[in-house]
Nanobody, 121 residues
């Protein structure tokens, strides 16, 4: 049984930082493409950043370039999203996907329940 669990969300002031973590079990983590996605109220889900099994970042949304960094620690079966200079428009539920398409389209994979990020102005 595959389990994907996100953590690290919370309430932060604009300009602050958060680091999201995602652990995945029950799959070959080292062989899996991984990604972070988000969905704000009333909006469609969008890809934030994705990384291949080999550690190559394949996608980062224009809206977060220069502020967010995706990384993975295969030894710990963990995916990270370092978020700096947060803006109120970054407020959303953030989801992790393991085994998803490397183009960050959101196709396929196993998904977690999400972690809420709220940025106050």
């Amino acid at each position: 049984q595959v389990q994907v669990v996100e953590s690290g969300g919370g309430l932060v002031q604009a300009g602050g930082s958060l680091r999201l973590s995602c652990t995945a079990s029950g799959l070959r983590f080292a062989d899996s493409n991984l990604g972070w996605f988000r969905q704000a109220p009333g909006k469609e889900r969008e890809g934030v950043s994705c990384i291949t099994w080999s550690g190559r970042t394949t996608y980062i949304a224009d809206s977060v370039k220069g502020r967010f960094t995706i990384s993975r620690d295969t030894a710990k079966n963990t995916l990270y999203l370092q978020m700096n200079s947060l803006k109120p428009e970054d407020t959303a539920m953030y989801y992790c996907a393991a085994g998803t398409a490397s183009d960050c389209s959101g196709r396929g994979g196993y998904w977690g329940q999400g972690t809420q990020v709220t940025v106050s102005s």
